[in-house]
């Protein structure tokens, strides 16, 4: 860990971002830094509640001659994605993040850094201990769970907070408002396989689709990244059909919301087809390092020889799950005609994992329109059930619809133009933000969302900009400055 961290600007904010790194927080495992958020609000002699389901509130009176100001409400959540490249040795449960400055970035070594949604976090921190900052009164929301189900935001109960003003601070790109989100459902399928004895005369092989950037699946989706489940499950049916392979275990992708970087395999052939299997898997790899040149360079492939596996996946298994993972709809559906240059509808075949007798399918599936994302994943279970597999959707959470004419909005259009010479850009977002789940539940809120500039979120290669921090801070400072009056 980088301790130079703590010298950059503004300091409140990288302080306790630097604080947030040390505590172990991946979903569905907060129980530290949900302590760490109780203690920290209780020591600042302020309201501090854990809800029911584990969201930390902390609120914080108005500053003297703001209390005709409407409520702020800073909203964010605690947990982060656990993506880690395979060579890099981490306990996301137990070890800190080692963060370190890069240039004009702050990265982690070989895993994601927690800038998502660690430096809202921070902010909203800076803003809670900072006795000199001009404010109404402000509340931090601080929700669990967000990143695998939005748990938090789904069992916030009304009536807990006052505000009126949702302002999220889980967007990424600094100079940017967004008004709007998609809504998404998650859709898996099982298969349940027979195991069947290794047939004498066959090699064992160990097969890696790595190199790719891998990402957010809802920000980055558009950017034709390679997905390393389809392109292991391409290398797998080609082989089985020329070579005679077969499947002893596949283990892709890690987390619903990421398009997966990496898929290995553990495979045999008949040892009379080793050498060509060899040569089949360089010319693989040559082609789809050609494919992805310029959206995903860095694609390695390779087979190198392993361990006699004890079992093999069933043949008829094993080609049901190639019609599956071949057949199932991934990557961008539509662009949106209403919002140029905004992918509306997408999908993500996040995982393919064997073991215990089963191969798991887990797939995301973003949109601007509700019924289309519900419709895309009836599409995919009819995919995984034609192919043999149980299939079944859940987690649904609805899109956050813009309103151009909110009051917040055009207050902090004015406040960002008053502060930089520059009106900032107002946009809607391919991912999942709470904003949606969460105004259902307050239906009053007047909801924005912005944040820092993050690059690669959800991946190993996740950075968040120095220069960008500080503008946050210094907009959202001018903001809450300009609050509305009630």
Known sequence: MSKDILKLKPEAVWKSFYELTQIPRPSKKEEKVREFLKKFGENLGLETIVDEIGNVIIKKPATEGMEDRKGIILQGHMDM????????????????????????????????????????????????????????????????????????????KAGVLDGDILINLDSEDEGELYIGCAGGIDTFGVFKYTSEDVPEGMTTFKVSVKGFKGGHSGLDINYGRGNANKIMNILLLKASEKYGLRLAQIDGGSLRNAIPRESFSIVVVPEANKADFEQFVTEFEAIVQDEFKEADPGAVITCEKAKKPKKLIDEKTQANLYNAVANCPNGVIKMSESVKGITETSTNLAIVKSGRGKIELASLQRSLIDDDKDNLGAEIRKVFEAAGAKAKSSGSYPGWKPNPDSSILKEMKEVYNNKFGKVPEVKVIHAGLECGILGATYPNWDMISFGPTIRNPHSPDEMVNIESVQLFWDFLVETLKNAPKK
Do not use: C, R
């Open 81 to 156: 994605v656990p993506q880690k490249n395979s060579d890099t040795d981490h306990d996301f449960e137990k070890d800190p993040i080692d963060a370190y400055v890069d240039g004009d970035w702050v990265t982690a070594k070989g895993t994601t850094l927690g800038a998502d949604n660690g430096m809202g976090i921070a902010a909203a921190m800076a803003v809670l201990e900072d006795k000199e900052l001009v404010h109404g009164p402000v509340e931090a929301l601080i929700t669990m769970d967000e990143e695998t189900g939005m748990t938090g935001a789904e069992n916030l």
